[in-house]
């Protein structure tokens, strides 16, 4: 190789390799914690989410209209002596 060459061939991996290095640093590596997937390394610096706790039977409104109109029915019935 002469010269030009040798510069031309340094200079490329040069830059080859200062783009793969900061490709490395750039992206966060994912991690499995406890069952999570961790996207990043800066998953501790993210915002909590809070979920209030709600009612252990998620559909109680329901099941209390399914009564009440159970008991309609069954009120009718014997208002008509079935």
């Known amino acids: 190789m002469n010269g030009f060459a040798r510069k031309a061939f340094f200079s490329s991996w040069l830059v080859i390799s200062a783009a793969v290095g900061l490709l490395t640093l750039t992206t966060g590596c994912q991690v499995d914690v406890g069952g999570q997937t961790l996207p990043s390394p ?34 009718q019935a014997t208002a008509l002596g079935r």
Request: aromatic share 14%.
């Open 42 to 75: 800066y998953y501790m610096k993210d915002d909590v989410q809070y979920f209030a706790p709600g009612p252990e039977f998620k559909l109680s409104r329901e099941a209390a209209a399914l009564q009440q109109a159970k008991a309609q029915q069954q009120a």
